[in-house]
Each structure stands twice: as C-alpha cells, then as structure tokens.
C-alpha cells in the first residue's frame, strides 16, 4: 500500500519558482527510483524528472535547467524545485515511481502559471 501525498503547488507568475515535496510512505523509499510527472489540461501524462536510489538524476529536455529534482532518505520525501517557470508548465504534478510501477497515483499538485 504506497501511498504518495504531493504538495506545494500553486499560483505563480512566469519566471516565478515553487518547490514541490512528495511524502512517500508504505514502500523503501531509499531503494526506490522515484519521479515526477505532470499531467497539463488536455494533455497525457508526461515523466518531468527522475532521481534514482543512487541520485542519479534525469530530466526531459522541456525543464532541463530549470526543475530540479531531489530527495531526502531520511524524511522520505522527494522535491522538486521548479525555477523560470514558463505558462506551459501548467500542470497537475505526481510523484510516482520512477522504475518499479507503484500501480496506483497520488491526487497530484496543481500548478499555474499564469500573469
């Protein structure tokens, strides 16, 4: 029973930052690979970032630069600071699995970017 509770969104301006947490339970959070994903209005799902058990870290090329992404073992929590953010990063944002399928989703954060 992984249970996956994000935070932290918002509504910012372009250019504007705000930094995501996920709080992960029921699972080894420090073995596992874990990502964000966000979902924009009429879109599919899309994998933003990934950080592995080793934080090794990954990104797409749309917020390369711009999003980082980070986890703290000990409070099972996984982050991601979202810099220079853009209208087109509007968005529900999850945090999931970024190997292993968790085989269910938390409820997400919104983000708005907006003037």
């Known amino acids: 029973q992984v249970r996956l509770v994000e935070s932290g969104g918002g509504l910012v301006q372009p250019g504007g930052s705000l930094r995501l947490s996920c709080a992960a339970s029921g699972l080894s959070f420090w073995l596992a690979a874990m990502g964000w994903y966000r979902q924009a209005p009429g879109k599919g799902r899309e994998l933003v970032a990934t950080i592995s058990s080793s934080f090794e870290t990954n990104y797409a090329d749309f917020v390369k630069g711009r999003f980082t992404i980070s986890r703290d073992n000990a409070k099972n929590t996984l982050y991601l600071q979202m810099d220079s953010l853009e209208s087109e990063d509007t968005a529900v944002y999850y945090c999931?699995?970024?190997?292993?399928?968790?085989?269910?989703w938390g409820q997400g954060t919104q983000v708005t970017v907006s003037s």
């Open positions: 999931n699995s970024g190997g292993q399928d968790f085989g269910s």
